[in-house]
């Protein structure tokens, strides 16, 4: 079945530091990858997605992604983090059915930012 | 143009009764899709319209069910309401549902059982 692992529930940063959130994904097939970012009360935003060609993925608010075949990740990356950064990021793989799309979340990063 | 709007935004019902829950998607999107969102259980698929037909359902019982409008506008129903069914109740839309489209989020409808 498919799965995605954010082996991380919780991490703190300081705001200027690096960030990398990790993420792994179960599936037989070439998987078509997201990163959603999800602050209170909101729904989810995308930063970035992966379907083919070049493995270093760059999305909105200055985040990368890296898709890494042989070891079933697909890591999150920003080199500086910003206060507003503080949120809730899901990895997701979409588990397409050849109907439609259907997108199974891993459970979850929460991202605190300290100043 | 505006995003994906859901309706309400709270709501409070007791164990039994039943409710419904409005996501009008982004002009021109014609896929719905419905994800519930538990601290428990996280974000899991609930089920997905297109054209006014489901073309994909999640593992939920027969208490959660949906339609779409020829306007695309969607309805999700739960009947016969229990406590874990507390969430957050997200939907989503896209120009045809396909995999390489991105899926846009509204805000969620929170739902409390009491």
């Known amino acids: 079945a498919q799965s995605v692992t954010q082996p991380d529930i919780h991490i703190t940063v300081s705001e200027g530091a690096s960030l990398e959130l990790r993420c792994n994904y179960s599936?037989?097939?070439?998987?078509?990858l997201f990163w959603y970012v999800q602050s209170p009360g909101q729904g989810l935003q995308l930063l970035l997605k992966y379907f083919s060609g070049d493995t270093l993925v760059q999305g909105i608010k200055g985040f990368e992604a890296e898709f890494k075949r042989s070891q079933s990740s697909f890591n999150l990356r920003k080199p500086s983090v910003h206060w507003s950064d503080a949120a809730e990021y899901f990895c997701a793989v979409d588990t397409f059915t050849g109907t439609a799309s259907k997108l199974t979340f891993g459970t979850g990063t929460r991202l605190q930012v300290t100043l | 143009k505006a995003g994906v709007t859901q309706t309400p935004r709270y709501l409070i019902k007791t164990r039994g009764q039943q409710v419904t829950l409005s996501c009008s998607p982004i002009?021109?999107?014609?896929?719905v899709s419905w994800y519930q969102q538990t601290p428990g259980q996280g974000l899991q698929f609930l089920f997905e319209?297109?054209?006014?037909?489901?073309?994909n359902k999640g593992n939920f019982p027969g208490r959660f069910s949906g339609r779409q409008f020829s306007n695309s506008r969607s309805e999700m129903n739960v009947s016969t309401l229990e406590l874990g069914d507390s969430a957050l109740y997200l939907c989503a839309s896209s120009i045809e549902g396909r995999v390489e489209e991105t899926q846009y989020f509204g805000p969620g409808t929170r739902l409390l059982v009491l």
């Open positions: 599936y037989g097939a070439t998987p078509y």
């Open positions: 319209y297109f054209s006014e037909t489901q073309r």
């Open positions: 002009s021109g999107h014609r896929s």
